[in-house]
């Protein structure tokens, strides 16, 4: 039956963090990065008047995203210290980044005999996008240690695998947390040219260290970013991208024409125009986060990995431990927290949640 599907995605598992909607009783949810804070009153009484004056609902978005790409192009450069380096022409504007690394895989591999290079553990969505548009996947291994790529091994496969077009690093990693080291960052520089590399810094704005100042001497990168995160617009779905014009402009003809709705629009722009009282809870969040760390350094039976974003890693001390137990207990106690890559990924809450969660680690046998 139905022998129109492709065979090789009946075995695919859909990607479904948890299910959508109110959930019966309050559950803490740490299991998706997002931030904590939902958008404060008077920012969505704005957003709300844009909406009023400014979006006739019956005409299709602006298409071109003109002004956002605009006041994209002035954040990044702002935030990294360039004058106008990036202008319109680098960005790309997707709905979350998830569209840009499915654009990016259609730029690249689509149609033609190639693959991939992820080093896992690592965000899920480049080995599963992949997969849904028949890409191969190779993947190398990370320090037990540190979770740096173990370069000596990523080396040898793009050696022996000329067929690999793409090599996806993240900057901090999730679920790892840890920033790409110089050596990582040196690695990715020394690729040649005929490979995209494609650096997600999607927790920028928690670990403030950034590639983008490498863009002009490296065509062959692009730099992934979101607003799902620290800007608190999970539910509106932007993401965007920095890149060569030439990447760029690839990418515009890949994507569905009205890819972003008007009001998501307009509220990237405004969280961009109010980014200073926005990303004022960044520095609570990173101490609350150093705080968890702290916590959970005297747990008897966890490892706990030093963060440059808003998530920690934990990892059990003895492999006996059932981590799937414990999620599910702590599940049932209402936190719910990522079980990934061998490890637990539990993003930093309110206090709070951070007081809960912690109890209900200790509670755990
Ligand atoms: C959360 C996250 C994203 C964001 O994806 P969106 O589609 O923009 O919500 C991208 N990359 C990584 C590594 C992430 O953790």
Redesign the pocket.
């Known amino acids: 039956m139905l022998e129109f599907l492709r065979s090789d995605l009946i075995d695919l598992a859909a990607y479904t963090p948890h299910p959508g909607g109110k959930p019966s009783h309050p559950v803490d949810r740490l299991d998706?990065?997002?931030s904590p804070f939902d958008l404060p009153k008077d920012f969505k009484e704005k957003l709300v008047q844009a909406y009023q004056e400014g979006i006739a609902t019956n005409r299709y978005p602006d298409g071109s995203h003109g002004e956002l790409k605009r006041a994209i192009a002035q954040y990044v450069n702002e935030s990294a210290g360039l004058e106008n380096v990036i202008d319109a022409s680098r960005i790309s504007v997707?709905?979350?980044?998830?569209?840009?690394?499915r654009s990016l895989l259609i730029a690249t591999c689509v149609g033609s005999d190639c693959s991939i290079l992820v080093a896992t553990p690592?965000?899920s969505?480049y080995g599963i996008l992949s997969q849904t548009l028949g890409i191969p996947v190779s993947s190398v291994s990370r320090s037990e240690t540190d979770f740096s790529i173990n370069l000596g091994e990523a080396k040898y496969t793009v050696e022996r695998n000329p067929l690999i077009r793409v090599v996806f690093a993240?900057h901090p990693?999730?679920p790892t947390a840890n920033p790409l080291t110089q050596a990582e960052i040196e690695w990715l520089k020394s690729l040649p040219e005929q490979i995209l590399v494609v650096i997600?810094e999607?927790?920028f704005e928690f670990s403030q260290t950034s590639v983008v100042r490498e863009l002009e001497e490296h065509p062959n990168w692009v730099i992934?970013?979101?607003?799902?995160?620290a800007f608190r617009l999970?539910s509106l779905?932007?993401?965007y991208a920095i890149a060569h014009p030439d990447v760029t402009a690839t990418l515009e003809k890949i994507r569905l024409p009205y890819n972003l709705p008007s009001f998501s629009q307009i509220a990237a722009q405004l969280a961009l125009e109010n980014r200073d009282s926005l990303l004022t809870v960044i520095p609570e969040l990173l101490k609350e986060r150093d705080r968890l760390f702290a916590a959970f350094s005297s747990h008897p039976n966890l490892q706990v990995w030093a963060s440059s974003a808003n998530f920690l890693y934990l990892r059990p001390r003895s492999p006996q431990l059932s981590l799937a137990k414990w999620v599910e207990t702590l599940k049932s106690k209402g936190t719910l927290i990522r079980h990934t890559g061998g490890g637990l990924r539990v993003t930093v809450g309110t206090p709070e949640e951070n007081d809960r969660t912690l109890e209900r680690f200790q509670a755990l046998k």
């Not at 997707?94 to 690394?101: A, C, Q, R, T």
């Not at 992934?224 to 995160?229: E, G, I, P, V, Y």
């Open positions: 998706t990065n997002e997707g709905n979350g980044s998830d569209e840009l690394i690592t965000f969505m993240v990693n999730s997600d999607a927790y992934l970013r979101t607003f799902s995160k999970a779905r932007v993401g």
